[in-house]
């Protein structure tokens, strides 16, 4: 009986560790990102939508570089918790710029998206080009990190285009998953910083 419970008292104990929160963004407001690093136009767009009836439409405007959009933000984590964020992506053009694909950075101060301690690093893939494919990373947070910038890091020339869609981030529960429209939505805040509102 005794080792019954301690399996029982395991089994909640893992339970509760991996307990994790969904959030899912589709650009159906106004809201397009929540920052970016390097010269990049972000907007909202009806056609090509992957779901709902809008998508980002990101251009490139960077002579140089590959400009990033800051598309989620991940607050209050610690080592060994796991984020997975996924997107849909959309160019037409195969083994050829524009292309995109889902990054990280590393992000130390839950109050300034701008504050980037070092590439978290993302997805090799830069997609096949031939419309809608699914971009998706698993991030395991270490070195003391407390946050995940989520970026959209695009490839390309200036004024070329690629489009963003249905954006979702999984994390720990005791995390705070932030998109474009999370000051406005309390469904993306933590029970804790729920309460605190009220």
Known sequence: MKSLLVLAL???????????????????????ILGNYGDIIASIDT?????????????????TGTPQAYVGW??????????????????????????CRIWGGWNDDPNDIMNYAGSASGQSDYGPGTGWDLAEYTWIVEGG?????????????????????????????????????????????????IKATF
């Open 145 to 193: 990190h407390s946050g995940l910038v989520i970026q959209v890091r695009t490839y390309s020339e200036p004024g070329a285009t690629v489009w963003i869609d249905d954006l979702t981030i999984t994390a720990p529960e005791t995390a705070e998953i932030r998109t474009p429209s999370y000051s406005m939505d309390l469904s993306t805040d933590t029970w804790a910083a």
């Open 47 to 63: 056609d090509p939508v992957h779901g709902g009836s809008q998508s980002l439409k990101l251009v490139d405007d960077d002579a």
């Open 10 to 32: 395991l089994f909640a104990a893992s339970h509760f560790a991996l307990a994790a929160t969904t959030v899912t963004f589709g650009w159906e407001g106004t809201e397009t």
């Open 74 to 99: 991940v607050v209050g984590l610690s080592d060994g918790d796991e984020v997975t964020a996924s997107f849909w992506r959309y160019d037409v053009t195969p083994a050829a710029a524009p292309s």
